[in-house]
Structure formats: C-alpha cells, structure tokens
C-alpha cells in the first residue's frame, strides 16, 4: 500500500496565479483532510471530506476550494495564491469510526513571491 | 469548540533523562486524544491515542500518557530519551461525536542534548 500520497513535494507560485494541490489514498477510508502548518501555529484544519460529494469547512478555508468525486482523491485548490498561503500543506486520512487514527502525506512545501 | 494547549514550545533534555511532554485540552465531554510526532521534513505518526478504558496508554517507542479528566490533561512520558527522539510532537483532540475532526495543539520541539 502506498498509503497517503501528496504531489508535488515542493511548489513556487507568483501572486494571483492558481493551482492543486494533489492527495489520493488507497486505503479506502471515507475520511480524507487538508491541513496547513505554519511555525508556531501547529496544524489547521482547511477542508474536510466525510465522503465522496460530501465537503466541509475547518478552522482556515478562505481562499480554498476543494471537491471529493471519488473516494481515493481529494484535491485542493488555491484560485488566486497569495503570500499568506505559504506553508506546508498535509493531506490526511482515515476510516470514518470515532477515534481513528489519521494517516499523514509528506507534505507539500508551497511558497508564494 | 475543542483545543488544545501545549504549554511548551522547546524542552531540551539530557539523552537517558526522562521527559514529560504537557498537553491541556478543552471539551465538553471525554474525548479522543492524540499524541503525534513529527520528524523534520516527515509527516506526523501516531504514538498512542485514549478514547477509553485504562487512562493509561502505552504507545510506540516506549512513549506513553495518561488522561487526567480532573485536571483536562493527557501528558506524554518517557522513562528515557534516545537521541532520536528529538522531533517535534502534537497532542491532538476529537470530538466522541459526529464527524469528529482532530483539533491539534501548537506542537513542542524536543531538543536532546548528550
């Protein structure tokens, strides 16, 4: 099993330009999620999906989307990235039960000039 | 709302000391608490996790933490750090109910010294 997989590992954008962010899991879980981290401000909740078709807001949303048409995938996009939107972004997934544990990607490193 | 305060941002301990991480939650009812470790450029792996039962848990690498509900806390402990333990760790709370996002805590770096 792969797992968790995120891509790119790494990403420059210029101000106003978009993009996604990719995750795909293969472990079947109905639950997959977006979190960004920041130094000193630990993880935040972006998006969440509970599954396919069925997304919600977190902690920090604004200024991105997401969708969930299948169950392995669950993208994020950034419309118009602006500066405050550099971090590392964390794809994350489990099986929907209370008090599973979450499966982590890598990490995207994006940063915005 | 849960959250999550981790009261410490750096703790530096001797290799072969012991360590006890502090992590204070707030939720209404009892909840699901996790404790995560990040190695640098890595992405989180669960230690342990309480959801009920014994309050006290044993994780992996010797890690483990108890769920104090009079006090709100779920510290990590270990009897003695190696030096790859140095990371970063996360506590972590979730709801007992409904779609049960995880709330994480701002995260403390463990430093260990020779």
């Known amino acids: 099993n792969a797992g968790v997989t995120q891509t790119p590992k790494f990403q420059v954008l210029k101000t106003g330009q978009s993009m996604t962010l990719q995750c795909a899991q293969d472990?079947?879980?109905?639950?997959m999620s977006w979190y960004r981290q920041d130094p000193g401000m630990g993880l935040r909740l972006i998006h969440y999906?509970?599954?396919?078709?069925?997304?919600d807001q977190g902690e920090v949303p604004n200024g991105y989307n997401v969708s969930r048409s299948t169950t392995e995938d669950f993208p994020l996009r950034l419309l118009s990235a602006a500066p405050s939107q550099t971090s590392v972004y964390f794809c994350?997934?489990?099986?929907?039960?209370?008090?599973?544990?979450?499966?982590f990607g890598s990490g995207t490193q994006l940063s915005v000039l | 709302a849960q959250s999550v305060t981790q009261p410490d941002i750096h703790i530096t301990v001797s290799e072969g000391a012991s360590l006890e991480l502090r992590c204070n939650y707030s939720y209404g009812a009892t909840p699901y608490l996790f404790w995560y470790v990040q190695s640098p450029g890595q992405g989180l792996q669960l230690l342990l996790k309480?959801?009920?039962?014994?309050?006290l848990v044993q994780g992996i690498k010797g890690f483990e933490a108890e769920f104090k509900r009079s006090q709100s806390s779920f510290n990590l402990r270990k009897p003695s750090v190696h030096w790859s333990d140095a990371a970063e760790y996360f506590c972590a709370v979730g709801a007992n109910s409904g779609y049960s996002t995880l709330t994480f805590g701002k995260g403390t770096m463990l430093l260990v010294s020779p």
């Open positions: 472990m079947n879980h109905e639950y």
């Open positions: 994350a997934s489990r099986r929907q039960a209370l008090g599973e544990k979450l499966f």
């Open positions: 999906s509970v599954g396919a078709g069925i997304t």
């Open positions: 309480y959801f009920s039962g014994d309050t």
